[in-house]
């Protein structure tokens, strides 16, 4: 039963860590080379991303730790992101933040990654136009910024402020209010 739980652990630590270096890889290709710019782009970017990050069978995901549903997640988000395709972005970010709030204990241990699930999700939104759920989780944002997490770690209380400063700005631009951005 150990050797087995040993073996488990370890695909999981595996798993994690293929996600993770395909996100990493993402990010990196997009400060590279940047957005998709035509056709053969996209296929190019498909045939890298399929080889980094291999597909999941339908229900593996809920059987897969919070780690790796994580990098999963941001994998899947980055390839959205390089492509410009705003509700794949928006769906990955809003699962990355659905799974902070289904393991609420990852949120203190992980601060950084939880206000970027924040970040990436009030982005997506923006972009999507779909201002009530921005609003709505913009509003969340503020009435975290107050909370356990932001006072314990002083960088979650910096990036916190950091992007709730970001989207409001980003509020007003959206409304049409370009004096009260200013301030």
Known sequence: ???????????????????????????????????????????QLGRYFKRLCPE???????????SEQ?????????????????TYCQHFAQQD???FHAFPHQRALTPGAYYKSYNYLLESLFRNHEHERFLYYLDLLRSELKGEIVKVHHNAFIQSHLFYFTHTLNKYFYEGRFEEGKE
């Not at 999963?72 to 705003?86: E, N, P, R, V």
């Open 97 to 99: 933040w659905d799974l």
């Open 56 to 66: 999941i069978q339908e229900g593996e995901q809920n059987a897969m730790s919070f």
């Open 1 to 43: 039963e150990l050797t087995q739980q040993t073996s488990d652990l370890n695909r999981q630590i595996d798993r994690s860590n293929l996600y993770s270096n395909a996100a990493i890889q993402l990010y990196a290709l997009y400060l590279k080379k940047g957005h998709v710019r035509n056709a053969e782009d996209t296929k």
């Open 70 to 86: 994580h990098y999963y997640h941001l994998s899947h988000y980055w390839f959205g992101f390089i492509l410009q395709d705003t």
